[in-house]
């Protein structure tokens, strides 16, 4: 199958164009890891990611696309959004970290995901606190959130070693409004 052309790294003018819309977006670096700007050429674990993490849900290459596509513009609209997340030790793409709104999110939420290959080794939580530490300098403390459904013990666990402090109020709220069980955590905040 010939890839989509949407899908396709850019070349000549309009490859140093994209180079220069990305120069401006925050790089963020830690200890192991450098956030920086998604590129086209980052689709390919994106979609890897992303159709593994909700297999089963009738989710496409498309999809992961639009995804992809959605949470990198946010930059735009918001000032805030995508990184995907390097190691410093060899230049991997890992994983990616969000700083984003969806079409149900009533505050900007921090989100993550990672390669199998890169989880359970401390790289979510690292590249997270950056990003975190980005966010409230921008939005003030109290106006990020994580949503993260009940069941997920390991991103539970994060957003409690983060510092986050889940918000009954909100959960409420959800509750009563979309019908749906999920658990808010507020970052930068005291319980």
């Known amino acids: ?10 070349t000549g003018a309009a490859a ?3 180079r220069a819309f990305r120069a401006p977006l925050p790089v963020l670096e830690t200890a192991r890891l450098v956030l920086r700007a998604p590129r086209i050429e980052d689709l390919a674990l994106w979609t890897e990611v992303f159709l593994a993490e909700w297999a089963g849900q009738g989710d496409t290459e498309e999809t992961a696309w639009e995804e992809f596509s ?3 513009a946010c930059w735009l609209f918001h000032g805030h959004g995508l ?4 190691r410093k030790s060899d230049g991997a793409a890992i994983g ?4 984003g709104l969806e079409w149900t999110d009533d505050e900007p939420e921090l989100g993550y995901i ?36 009940p069941g997920n013990a390991p991103s539970n666990a994060l957003a409690k070693k983060l510092g986050a402090v889940r918000d009954g109020a909100e959960e409420a709220r959800i509750a009563a ?9 507020r970052h930068g905040v005291t319980a």
């Open 96 to 99: 990616f970290v969000l700083v």
């Open 83 to 86: 990184w995907t997340v390097e």
């Open 1 to 10: 199958m010939t890839p989509r052309r949407c899908t396709q790294a850019p």
């Open 177 to 185: 409004a979309e019908g749906e069980s999920i658990v808010v955590w």
């Open 16 to 18: 140093e164009a994209a």
């Open 70 to 72: 959605y949470y990198s």
């Open 114 to 149: 990672f390669a199998d290959h890169a989880r359970r080794q401390g790289y979510a939580a690292e590249a997270c606190s950056a990003a975190r530490d980005h966010a409230l300098a921008l939005l003030g403390p109290g106006g990020l959130v994580s949503y993260v459904h």
